[in-house]
């Protein structure tokens, strides 16, 4: 599968579009636009490679994560999945946003269809496979495309870093031991596409993340 990445405003956030580009279905992931322009630069992208949008998958319910959901499902109609231990972050997304002092209006979002770990999520003739990931979020999960050889992790695991434990439902020993289980079992040329920052790879990670050492 395809995957394009929109780095956009709210706390730099990396959100991706994957696609089957024999089927042309799509699913947004991690959707964080937070104004008109980067609402547009998603929508004219849909567009362009002339897109048909099955998904929104969400790797966990944080704000920044959350802020555009409502705008593609409104657009497109479409589904939102994600971890039912993420369910409470997702309704306290206007609480969230006032936390961290957003002054932008960030609506709630429910949970369309639950994901666990082990599922396949059928993009046209691609697969996405859940990896569940808790440790930043009770329900943070990955999304791997085994075929393709690349993971989208979300806040679990980034670039030399891994995400915060200071927010409600996270916890260090449980997010270590999730990448290490869930994560650092792929296959070493897996490219890791982060919820923040520059893309790397499970072999890098494994060897040189100071988390890990």
Known sequence: MEIAKFEFSLFGINSYVVSDPATRKCAFIDPGMS???EVEAMERYVERKDLKPEYVIAT???VDHVAGIRTLQEKYGIPLLAHEADAFLGERAADQARMFGIPMKV???KISKI???GDEIEIGEGKLYVIHVPGHSPGSVALYDK???F????DALFRGSIGRTDLPGGDSATLLKSIREGLFKLPEDTVVYP????ATTIGVERHSNPFFA
């Open 35 to 37: 104004n008109a322009t």
């Open 60 to 62: 966990h319910l944080h």
């Open 107 to 109: 609506d709630g979002v």
């Open 115 to 117: 994901i666990n770990a």
């Open 147 to 149: 075929k393709d050889g």
């Open 151 to 154: 993971v989208i992790t979300g």
């Open 195 to 198: 919820g923040h920052g520059p």
